[in-house]
Nanobody, 126 residues
Framework: QVELVESGGGSVQSGGSLRLSCAAS????????MGWFRQAPGKEREAVAS???????YYARSVEGRFTISQDKVKKTLRLQMDSMKAEDTAMYYC????????????????????WGQGIQVTASS
């Protein structure tokens, strides 16, 4: 079992930056295969970024070049650095972990992930 807890959300003006963190505890082998998702009001949850065993990172087109996903396996923490934020980045953000010991490639489907954080609100105002 894996527990995920997000932190670092809040409000920022458009063009500003925020950094989200996700602390993992339990069977943290899942740290090797994780992702960030978000859900805006009235919209479906969508993938933002993912990272695999090799450290390769993958991004949704809407955030590529502005967001950076990274992980600190020693501290068991997943991060999402969000720069040049836009009003359309406003959403509830969730970190997620797969229930596998190895993965390679991009995983952007919700069903790829077994463990989820409770979510944290991010608001970018124009």
């Amino acid at each position: 079992q894996v527990e995920l807890v997000e932190s670092g959300g809040g409000s920022v003006q458009s063009g500003g930056s925020l950094r989200l963190s996700c602390a993992a505890s339990g069977d943290t082998y899942s740290m090797f295969c994780m992702g960030w998702f978000r859900q805006a009001p009235g919209k479906e949850r969508e993938a933002v970024a993912s990272i695999d065993n090799t450290g390769a990172t993958y991004y949704a087109r809407s955030v590529e070049g502005r967001f950076t996903i990274s992980q600190d396996k020693v501290k068991k923490t997943l991060r999402l650095q969000m720069d040049s934020m836009k009003a359309e980045d406003t959403a509830m953000y969730y970190c997620a972990a797969r229930d596998v010991r190895y993965c390679s490639g991009r995983f952007f489907a919700e069903e790829d992930y077994k463990f989820w954080g409770q979510g944290i609100q991010v608001t970018a105002s124009s």
